[in-house]
């Protein structure tokens, strides 16, 4: 059995802030942001929007566009580092608001890289049979963890949420490959400044941003590299690259260092800002009519801990797409 993505969803606040819109005392400006991230917007929630609020949305989406019922999911995975609350897991918050009363939730927090983890771990279960068809949701509210004074992280990051419905089937299409990594070397480069065993409270992000990006780099070319030869692909076997969504700069390193047309890697940093383990799944959903003609399709994160990931999708063989249609 193959783990193939049905169906795709998404979910931002209803409050959306332009770089002009930020406030004065940050001293910055939409040419200074734009030059140096390529963000041009973030959506912002409310008291009232949190991030289960923003995952069920996504997911009610992504089943209705998968065409089954509540009743067929038996797993949910929520990727988030921003939960509604301490316990329970965000993922038995959507498993109830969504009406799924079978199965197991639960939610994974490994970052920005959280989305390609939660596949990794759909992909195993449902290859050994455990499950048959997953919820899987990145979703964060991470505008409550930055600090609003400090311009060097706070206009950075966005809120939102994207969810797919991942089914087994006996097909060759789907996830063909999954590959998770960390070092716990690096945690003091990209962590909050407190947590409930610390400080007893969230804290606010806190970012090494030359070495972020330098890691990030790296861990793209290297992960993209693993990928490529482990699955016997060159680069020009690929259709797409989707990499997480944290700066455009890295995304333009990512096609100048591969040697990929600009065309083949996906950006929407420019309209969400990075909303972390969201990021990869609100991009598969912008572009999810576009997927089923594409045969490979390459996923790449990287995240606090630090931790990084790849995934390599086919949608299609060129006689046949997925199983959505």
């Known amino acids: 059995m193959n783990s193939v993505m049905i169906g795709f969803g998404a979910a931002l606040p209803k409050k959306c802030i332009s770089n002009n819109e930020l406030p004065d005392e940050l001293n910055t400006s939409d040419e200074w942001i734009t030059r140096r991230t390529g963000i041009k917007q973030r959506y912002i929630a409310s008291k009232s929007e949190t991030t289960a609020s923003l995952a069920v949305e996504a997911g009610r989406e992504a089943i ?6 509540p009743n067929d999911i038996d797993l949910v995975i929520v990727a988030t580092t921003t939960g509604d609350l301490t316990f329970p897991a965000t993922a038995t918050l959507v498993q109830r608001d969504l009406g799924i009363k079978q199965g197991a939730a639960f939610d994974v927090s490994a970052a920005c890289s959280g989305f390609v983890y939660a596949l990794d771990i759909v992909d195993s279960y449902i290859k050994c049979g455990k499950f048959k068809c997953a919820l899987v949701i990145g979703a964060e509210t991470f505008s409550r963890v930055v600090d609003w004074n400090d311009r060097s992280t706070c206009v950075l990051f966005g809120d939102g949420a ?4 991942i089914q087994a089937q006996n097909t060759d299409l789907g996830i063909q490959y999954c590959r998770i990594r960390s070092d716990g070397e690096f945690v003091e480069r990209l962590k909050t400044s407190g947590g409930i065993s610390t400080t007893q409270s969230v804290g606010f992000a806190q970012m090494d941003g030359r070495e972020v990006f330098r890691f990030a780099v790296e861990k793209f070319n290297e992960s993209l590299k693993q990928l490529l030869a482990d699955n016997n692909l060159s680069i020009d076997n690929v259709d797409l690259i989707i990499p997480h969504q944290a700066n455009s700069r890295i995304l ?24 972390s383990a969201a990021s990869i799944p609100l991009a598969l959903h912008e572009i999810k009519q576009d997927l089923i003609t594409k045969k490979n399709v390459v996923l790449l994160s990287m995240g606090a801990g630090f931790t990084w990931g790849s995934a390599l999708i086919r949608f299609s063989d060129g006689s046949k797409v ?3 249609l």
């Open 162 to 165: 994207g969810a797919v419905v």
């Open 252 to 275: 333009e390193k990512i096609a100048e260092d591969s040697g990929i047309s600009k065309e083949k890697v996906v950006v929407t940093v420019s309209k969400h800002a990075n909303t």
């Open 322 to 324: 997925s199983g959505r």
């Open 64 to 69: 209705h566009d998968a065409k089954i019922s």
